[in-house]
């Protein structure tokens, strides 16, 4: 299976998958930087929580610790996103996303 296969699987598997009242990249940043509840609020509302797909690849380059503040929803939801970042990006990115041994 080459890269585009199983990005094509992973985006079947993910399909229907939505954050629901997960946390997202953006609030996993707000709760890593242990901003006011207003402002993990905010980020909260402007998170990414419909398709997966529409996160653009910038924002996961960015956010490479963010899963580590996620619940289970969050996870679900943005690991599709970070998986098809990493087969897209594995050889030209630079990005922490994807720290090498």
């Known amino acids: 299976m080459n890269r585009n296969e199983l990005i094509e699987k992973i985006?079947?598997?993910f399909k229907n998958t939505s954050l629901e009242d997960g946390i997202?990249?953006?609030e996993s940043e707000a709760l890593d930087c242990c901003v006011s509840e207003n402002e993990?609020?905010?980020a909260?509302?402007?998170d990414y929580r419909e398709?997966?797909?529409s996160i653009p690849d910038a924002v996961?380059?960015?956010h490479y610790s963010a899963l580590c503040?996620?619940?289970a929803k969050g996870l679900r939801?943005?690991?599709p996103a970070y998986m098809t970042f990493a087969l897209k990006n594995y050889d030209r990115s630079r990005s922490t996303v994807l720290e090498r041994p």
């Open 44 to 46: 909260r509302r402007d």
């Open 69 to 71: 503040f996620m619940d």
């Open 51 to 53: 398709n997966w797909r």
């Open 11 to 13: 985006a079947a598997a």
């Open 24 to 26: 997202g990249i953006l």
């Open 60 to 62: 996961i380059s960015e």
């Open 40 to 42: 993990r609020e905010k």
């Open 77 to 79: 939801f943005n690991l």
